[in-house]
């Protein structure tokens, strides 16, 4: 049996399938865990949600949520004002299975940790003042609410936004909850206590770092959460970074570079080129 983890697919499902022959993929067997981002701005958003949805249900996968799979679920929701041009959703909004495929979305955690191994997954990060156990307990509180009747209120009316960047155990309501979800789902710098900063992509510059009191959430020397390995998405620009005990995974599919799958019994990553499909349209 191998674990493999899948980076963000957005869609990209030619390369998934070439993936999965690559490595050799034995349904049943072998277990499959997606970073979330599993749709939006890629060309078969569909497919790949019906694939890893199939896969899910089979128990032969794990995902987590990612911050487009949000989006979706808010565009179902019908929060029309965060439906940008470059969005690739309406193949699925329109798709005969749609409530189907929201319903078990919705339900779709925001941490997994491994039954046998020290391993957990997330779709961006886990802020340093968190140990693995508090964070497991805080995706918890997120996913009973869009477990809830009224999810589609919740999320759409009080979930979208930045603020509050800054975490306190004392934090409460919607707050508490919108600084959790942008942690799992969006985080991509942080400071030692776990502030926030989002207006920052690219990866970080070897020239001026040491300085910086925002870096990446994972370089922390406080860190609480060392004693799991890490694995995330979400950060394409960021390379294929196995160190600090992360692993980042999204090794951009989508803007023709390439899919990862990283096999956590053999430590290897295994890898397909994207093929120029992948790439979103000019105009899409
Ligand atoms: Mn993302």
Redesign the pocket.
Known sequence: MTTYVIG?LQGCYQPLKKLLKQVDYQPGQDYLWFV??IVNRGPESLQCLRFVKQACENQQASMVL???DFHLLAAYAGLDKFVSKSDTLSEILQADDVDELMDWLRLQPLMVKHPLYHAVMV??GIPPQWSIEEALNYAAEVEQHLAANDWQEFLCQHMFGSEPKKWHDGLQGWDRLRYIVNAF??MRYCDASGKLEFKRKMAPEASNDSNEKYQPWFVFDNRRNKDYEIFF??WSTLGAVDAYQVHATDTGCLWGGKLTAYALEEKRRYTVDCNQQCKPKANA
């Open positions: 963000d979330g981002d990612g911050n487009h779709h961006a789902a969006r998405g979400h």
